[in-house]
């Protein structure tokens, strides 16, 4: 079966500072992955997704992500955080089949001081 | 750019009332979510919906649920008696293609079971 693992519920930054949200899956085939974000009071936003194309992915906001298959990770960075950054922040695998319904991680708190 | 509108943003009902989450999805998709997220926990799949039925549920889709597209635009959660453990946000979600079109999430319902 899919599934995503966050390994921190709660990250707190330095505006300036790289972000780093960790995520690691487990799946029998080649997975689908994406990072999503929810700003407070606000909806789920897709920041990137992998779909067995390039290993290093490019999202909006300068986030991006890097498919590892021997590590079987999918981790969130960017150079360097911004207040707006501050919000939950899942990783979300996608169950191949007629739907391709979405697995939810349990969500990363990003927090960025001034 | 188009949107997933979902109404109300926010409901408060008595336990055993009947509730309808309506959504309206973008207007050339084909494939509809609901998915919820009980304060404090995951992200869950709750059904999705193609060519006017349900193509997959959840187990916690249980018959109190219901899932229906009257009019074409609109897409609606049904919960017929709610239970205090129904108070969730709920997420309605579109794309137009199963397979790599990207899920669209609306800003959510936020239903409180009192």
């Known amino acids: 079966a899919q599934s995503v693992t966050q390994l921190d519920s709660h990250v707190s930054v330095s505006e300036g500072t790289p972000v780093l949200l960790r995520c690691n899956y487990s799946?029998?085939?080649?997975?689908?992955l994406f990072w999503y974000v929810q700003h407070p009071n606000k909806g789920l936003q897709l920041l990137l997704k992998?779909?067995?194309?390039?290993?290093l992915v490019k999202g909006i906001n300068g986030f991006e992500a890097e498919f590892k298959k021997s590590e079987t990770s999918f981790h969130l960075t960017k150079p360097s955080a911004h207040m707006s950054d501050a919000a939950e922040y899942f990783c979300v695998v996608s169950v191949r089949g007629a739907t391709n319904k979405l697995i939810f991680g349990t969500g990363t708190l990003l927090a960025v001081q001034p | 750019e188009p949107e997933v509108t979902q109404t109300p943003s926010h409901q408060v009902t008595q336990m055993g009332q009947e509730v309808i989450l309506r959504c309206v999805p973008i207007?050339?998709?084909?494939?509809f979510y609901w998915y919820r997220q009980i304060l404090g926990q995951k992200v869950e799949f709750l059904v999705s919906?193609?060519?006017?039925?349900?193509?997959?549920k959840s187990e916690i889709f249980d018959d109190q649920f219901s899932v229906e597209r009257p009019d074409g635009s609109n897409f609606t959660l049904k919960i017929r008696s709610t239970k205090l453990e129904d108070s969730a946000m709920y997420f309605c979600?579109?794309?137009?293609?199963?397979?790599?079109?990207?899920?669209?999430f609306g800003e959510g319902s936020r239903l409180t079971v009192l």
């Open positions: 919906f193609y060519n006017n039925e349900i193509s997959e």
């Open positions: 992998y779909t067995s194309a390039a290993t």
């Open positions: 207007s050339n998709h084909l494939y």
């Open positions: 799946s029998s085939y080649s997975p689908s």
């Open positions: 979600a579109s794309r137009s293609q199963p397979n790599t079109g990207e899920l669209f």
